[in-house]
């Protein structure tokens, strides 16, 4: 199975600052797909909320997400940033690679400083 | 997109549930729909998938033989049919649109434990 690695798991950040965070496939195992696609999946999880997706195959934002969110990346590596952290932007960040079987990186825990 | 998520519950070890999930909101048979839970305090973890017309179905390893994803498209409506349960699979279980997760329910807590 595909183990995704994330880091840093925590991060604590001062409003208006950016943030980083970033998604490694195991094994130098590419997410491109037999297709051309690369299925990555970034999804924030708020307090208390179910999860929501923001980004998909790696840059595509969601409807209604703040162009402050953006996805990057290729082959395994990616990368979620936030331009402009907000106090709504508190919460649990996961990556997740879409060729079977799924899986999600261990979150990484955003705060505010 | 809504989605109406039941049949959680307490359970012992070695029981059965069913989870139901109706969405509203959007074309259900043209959509596969994924379950996916998150231990309490844990991160997420996918569990099956099934395709529109419900040729295609996928299971993580963990559950696979025990568990049953199923769909009825005349109600709109997707099913987890959960047999043999362990201790390790108490869980908020999500149902999700699509493959890609691109709308969540609101999850339905299931407990094991004697």
């Known amino acids: 199975d595909v183990v995704m690695t994330q880091s840093p798991l925590s991060l604590s950040v001062t409003l208006g600052q950016p943030a980083s965070i970033s998604c490694r496939s195991s094994?130098?195992?590419?997410?491109?797909?037999?297709?051309?696609?690369?299925?990555l999946h970034w999804f924030q999880q708020r307090p208390g909320q179910s999860p929501r997706r923001l980004i998909y195959?790696?840059?595509n934002r969601d409807s209604g997400v703040p162009d402050r969110f953006s996805g990057s990346g290729s082959g395994t590596d990616f990368t979620l940033k936030i331009s402009r952290v907000e106090a709504d932007d508190v919460g649990v960040y996961y990556c997740?690679?879409?060729?079977?079987?799924?899986?999600f990186g261990q979150g990484t825990k955003l705060e505010i400083k | 997109v809504q989605f109406l998520q039941s049949g959680g519950g307490l359970v012992q070890p070695g029981g059965s549930l069913r989870l139901s999930c109706a969405a509203s909101?959007?074309?259900?048979?043209?959509?596969?729909m994924t379950w996916v839970r998150q231990a309490p305090g844990k991160g997420l973890e996918w569990v099956a998938s099934?395709?529109?017309?419900?040729?295609?179905?996928a299971y993580a390893d963990s559950v696979k033989g025990r568990f049953t994803i199923s769909r009825d498209n005349s109600k709109n409506t997707i099913y987890l049919q959960m047999n043999s349960l362990r201790v390790e699979d108490t869980a908020l279980y999500y149902c999700?649109?699509?493959?890609?997760?691109?709308?969540w329910g609101q999850g339905t807590l299931v407990t094991v434990s004697s």
């Open positions: 909101g959007f074309t259900f048979n043209t959509y596969a």
């Open positions: 999700t649109k699509g493959y890609w997760n691109d709308a």
């Open positions: 997740m690679q879409g060729i079977y079987p799924y899986t």
């Open positions: 195959m790696v840059s």
């Open positions: 094994q130098s195992q590419s997410l491109v797909f037999s297709d051309g696609n690369t299925y």
């Open positions: 099934i395709s529109e017309s419900a040729v295609d179905i």
